[in-house]
């Protein structure tokens, strides 16, 4: 069992997710309302929010270091908060505006941090490659770091998931696979589109451990990243792990989820993994009812001062579109 | 037979009613892609096929676009007329193969013993902030390959007329529709995305440019959403006394270029406008056309307004810096024409 | 064990293929001495052929009927004939010539057959879509025929194989996945390119069937073959074989094979498994000395006969590559 | 510095050379690719290396183009300097999406924050029969996409200064070599394929036409092995009195513009040699190009000689008649000047 300061650690850090991702859901409606449209507001395109995965994130990013290497996928926010990315610049990007990482050139999937080594593509399994990538170069330049990848249970039937496994376990490379099964692709379920129960299976296809995470507790997490993480650090090369995880919201921001039931939406709400989460820390005495409350209060300054920094700050200049085609 | 009565469909409606029709009509058309089950197609081509054909006829597949579009190829090689949707044509890069390669190649490599009848969907465009892979239109792309048909409707009549005409053909066609003209609620309004659609069905033939409206000054040459840009930059011209001619090319390949020439000797002027990537594309193969065809009638060297090439950008005063829209349109006319 | 009708068979069948393909080494020699030039001769461009890898072609292609699909790779003169191809029209078109399969559009990589249902693709593992495409249509067409889709180990290691075997595995098709693996992709050895020994152990990956058929003895890929093909037929789904064969040759045609030693060259020869099953057959008495003679001579007087044929065809009109780029 | 003796070098050796001496100089360049180590490349742009510098630094890899040429994405963006090889451009459709959405355009997306510098080598072109999917040239299509620079040597000497630049550029490099001017000894042999070559590193500009053959009545402009054709052609010309020069574009992106204007200037007529497909791409921009930029100069409208819009045949008459070679090249001169 992990200390509790590290249990409250998991604990901060999936609510400033959570937190963060709600604001993003009444962010996204301003300007769409009373007929949505998808191009209006402050922050227009896509939104996928991951509200309901931060035990993935958390537990995962819980063991590295900003100059490890992480790559996300169209459904970033949790990881690269989890991995220290300033939310003040995610906000500024996801506003357009020119504080932002990648001054709006970017957008909500394309989130890129020289500070913490983050990545993310919109582009299903396709981070997956860049991951390797990164952990060649740390092995090339003697660095210990490693890379972590992290994908959805649909990208695990992409071809770039299998061509990926396959490299880096043939290189003995640093790298931890994460798979966070949603049970969902927009609204395929998992076994629609994958020929078996569980992605970790998979591992053995190329060698390496494979490990599953039943259920959706940043402890189980923690504890399973723990060892692929440390596995990766002394060289002992990569390892797959699937935590079973709960997609609370829609696949984006004003779908209809037609496919879903009320049933089933009621049934994860239900069990939303930090409300369970903090309810054995206040009984086991690592958190106290305070100090759960500032957890939640001063999650909520950090995230409006985030956005309000993003609201604020200007957008870039038309003209600059032009710019960084090339370095 | 007689006139059907004034109907109004968007021109998703209008896409998913030529392909229920076909199935109807034909047992071996079947459809498959991402979310084109129950969801109905992330832009709406599909809905209400799964459940007036069911999961047979209807299936939603894994994020496999290698697998199921090669399996939609293997299909139609054996007897089937599937139609397989890739969702966003920018994710073309994970099975360029099968589509190149493969879909657009087998027939010419058999000696034409081997037909490929499918029909490859997908959505293109932007303008809604969906950033860098989300936001393309590469239909210039496309076209340079040889092997396949390039079919890109502007409108809800000619949307269902090519599907039908699509999914008729023994040739592979890629069929692009831009989610600008699809008339989803969620999107932003677009009054040229209803329109009049016969219940019936009837095809508009591929190959055949279709002149949206006609002009005697400048010809406006386009496709897609950018005929409705283009229209209402006319409209404005119009206003100024500019007669605009807007010409729809409707399909790349086959590319009319007899109605390219023949505007031009028209108007002797050309406006190409092209919400792709400016250089290598679309746009030098319609001015090239102009001046394989109608050199000495050119008044003044044809024109291009196109999507710079850069990468599309996320935040909307950049993205909208880059786009064609009706103003750049019309700034650009007037300048050509000399006003 | 087969009958001896059967084992007959194979051998002839091996003996054919073996036949049809060093008189390819030598017909691709004509014209390139002394200088070798790969655009010379009659029969120009890459030549892969596949000397030593007949008991995979004639051991599954045994069960076959003609209305079966066959998808094969850049190496497919031996699966072709195995499965019925008219050897005149394949030599026709790999001359080039109009009587050839494609009217010497397509060539020796990319040969389809209409009477056979056999198509083959150079681009590695691209052609595992198609044979699952095959398959659906079967189904959905309610034929008991089945997909068969040969690629190399090189192969194994693509995307396609991944997806491929997860959509085939999902979907319940008739494909039988025949991995020829003879240890090589071009220069590159399967230790240095594949993560775990066995490509048969990753059917585990989808729930199927991985068989491993460990040396090159066309009986043993037989009654492999012979289960996955009834399996297929009754509706039992896909299966994944992978055959540990030999190929005695270069990767293509003019290849130096500065990788490869003379001592595994010699061995491979040395274990020829045509030589050695012929062997077993003559001893046994399925075969008798001048049955086995009769079988070299016949193939011999059949391969002539096509190469004749292909050399005394017409080239089509230069002006033809206009033609069948649309139906 | 003294003048280096006279060392003739084939087109793969000085590419090799280049690639040795920056490992030398810097230690994150190496290389990745199927049958780079001890093959030596097919088509031999990586000979040498393995013995020289050992399997770390010159890696086969498994038949995984999307997850190497992705490992070199990121390898670039955590310090490195990566070669990747993609045997033939054909096969781009396996790995496209690392190339495209990617390797081009991690640097635009992070606002420019993030350097990819690396350098993706791939073999191009026909004539030896290798059929639909082992004989194209494709550098149109990827010239059409933005964030990557697409580079084209004709000669050894520009190929090893091209390469060496294109390993220091901070960008993504397509370098595509064809394997019609590599010199090898089992290709039709072509003398221009070895040349003299420095031994010391030195660099050729990415982004500057060169000026092949200067002339002053009709302008050819072309790039890789069709630079060869087109010097033929120039000297059949020549003796015929007509002068072509012949530019080499070396690079489609970025594209040297005003060189294709500057000539047009001089010579008044333009025609455009491309072994890629005709439609959609190179020759109608070229083309577009001289009409934005030297409209007025044009004694006659341009002119192109492209591979048609077919898939490559592999019969040798079929592939012969699609390819432009030196006789086509002077043909359509002769017609350009009017004689
Ligand atoms: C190659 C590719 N195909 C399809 C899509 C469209 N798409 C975006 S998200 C998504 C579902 C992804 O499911 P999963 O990997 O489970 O991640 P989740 O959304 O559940 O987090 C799809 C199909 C895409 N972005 N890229
Ligand atoms: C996608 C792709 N990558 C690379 C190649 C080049 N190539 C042709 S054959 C070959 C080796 C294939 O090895 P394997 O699958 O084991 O088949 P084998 O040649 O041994 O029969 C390679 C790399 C190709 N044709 N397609
Ligand atoms: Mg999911
Ligand atoms: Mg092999």
Chains 1, 3 share one sequence.
């Not at chain 1, 209006?40 to 931060?54: D, I, K, S």
């Not at chain 1, 394309?110 to 997956?128: K, P, R």
């Not at chain 1, 239900?270 to 409350?293: N, S």
Request: charged share 25%.
């Amino acid at each position: 069992m992990p200390s509790d300061d590290v249990l409250r650690d998991l604990h901060r850090q999936m609510v400033r997710i959570r937190i963060f991702e709600e604001a993003m859901v009444s962010v996204y409606q301003e300007g769409k309302t009373p007929a949505f449209d998808i191009a209006a507001g402050p922050v227009p395109g896509e939104m996928h929010l991951a509200a309901g995965q931060e035990p993935a994130a958390a537990g995962v990013c819980a063991h590295l270091r900003p100059s490890d290497a992480v790559t996300a996928t169209h459904r970033p926010h949790h990881v690269a908060l989890a991995h220290g990315m300033d939310m003040s610049r995610l906000a500024a990007e996801i506003f357009g505006k020119d504080a932002g990482l990648g001054h709006g050139k970017g957008g909500h999937m394309h989130l890129f941090d020289t500070e913490t080594n983050f990545g993310c593509s919109g582009i299903i399994a396709e981070g997956m490659p860049t991951a390797v990538g990164h952990a060649l170069a740390f092995k090339k330049l003697g660095r210990d770091d490693i890379a972590v990848s992290f994908f959805g249970d649909g990208a695990a039937n992409q071809g770039a998931f299998h061509e990926s496994l396959n490299l880096a376990a043939l290189w003995n490379l640093p790298v931890v696979f994460v798979c966070e099964d949603n049970a969902w692709a927009i609204s395929v379920p998992k076994d629609k589109s994958t020929a078996i129960p569980n992605n970790s299976d998979r591992g053995a296809a190329y060698g390496i451990p494979g490990v599953l995470v039943a259920d959706n507790d940043p402890v189980a997490v923690y504890e399973a990243a723990g060892e692929a993480v440390a596995r990766a650090r002394r060289g002992g090369g990569p390892s797959l792990i699937e935590i079973k995880t709960d997609r609370l919201l829609g696949h984006f921001e004003g779908d209809p989820q037609l496919y879903r039931t009320k049933e089933e939406m009621d049934r994860l709400r239900e069990r939303d993994a930090i409300r369970a989460f903090e309810g054995r820390l206040v009984e086991t005495g690592a958190l106290d009812e305070a100090g759960r409350d500032r957890v939640w209060q001063e999650a909520r300054v950090e995230v409006d001062a985030a956005i309000e920094f993003a609201r604020q700050s200007p957008y870039p200049a038309p003209e600059s579109a032009l710019d960084h085609v090339f370095a | 037979m007689a006139v059907a009565a004034k109907r109004l469909l968007t021109t998703s409606k209008a896409i998913s009613e030529a392909i229920a029709e076909e199935m109807e009509r034909d047992p071996t058309v079947f459809v498959m892609g991402e979310d084109v089950g129950v969801y109905g197609g992330i832009f709406g081509a599909t809905e209400g096929l799964l459940a007036k054909f069911g999961p047979d006829r209807v299936m939603d597949t894994p994020i496999s676009e290698t697998a199921f579009i090669g399996a939609a190829v293997g299909a139609a090689v054996s007897g089937m007329r599937p139609i397989a949707e890739l969702m966003f044509v920018d994710f073309f890069g994970v099975c360029m193969d099968q589509i190149y390669n493969h879909m657009a190649k087998i027939h010419y490599e058999s000696g034409g013993n081997v037909k490929v009848p499918m029909v490859l969907t997908t959505a293109i465009g932007g303008g809604y902030s969906d950033g860098a892979q989300h936001s393309q239109t590469l239909h210039g792309l496309f076209a340079h390959l040889p092997g396949m048909k390039v079919v890109l409707p502007s409108t809800p009549y000619d949307a269902k007329g090519l599907m039908i005409s699509a999914i008729r053909d023994d040739n592979p066609v890629l069929y692009m529709f831009h989610k600008g003209i699809m008339g989803l609620g969620w999107m932003t309004p677009n009054p040229r995305a209803t329109d009049d659609v016969p219940e019936e069905p009837y095809t508009v033939p591929i190959g055949v440019a279709d002149v949206k409206r006609e002009g005697g000054d400048v010809t406006i040459a386009t496709v897609s959403l950018m005929v409705h840009r283009a229209l209402d930059a006319a409209e404005t011209l119009a206003g100024e006394g500019i007669q605009a001619e807007v010409l729809d090319l409707r399909s790349l390949v086959p590319l009319d270029r007899q109605a390219i020439v023949d505007s031009v000797h028209k108007t002797h002027r050309l406006l190409v406008v092209d919400e792709d990537y400016r250089s290598f594309g679309m746009s030098g193969e319609v001015i090239t056309t102009a001046i394989e065809g109608a050199f000495d009638y050119l008044d003044a060297p044809p024109v291009r307004l196109a999507y710079p090439d850069v990468p599309i950008p996320y935040s909307r005063p950049l993205e909208h810096f880059c786009l064609p829209d009706a103003e750049k349109i019309a700034t650009a006319a007037r300048e050509l024409v000399g006003r």
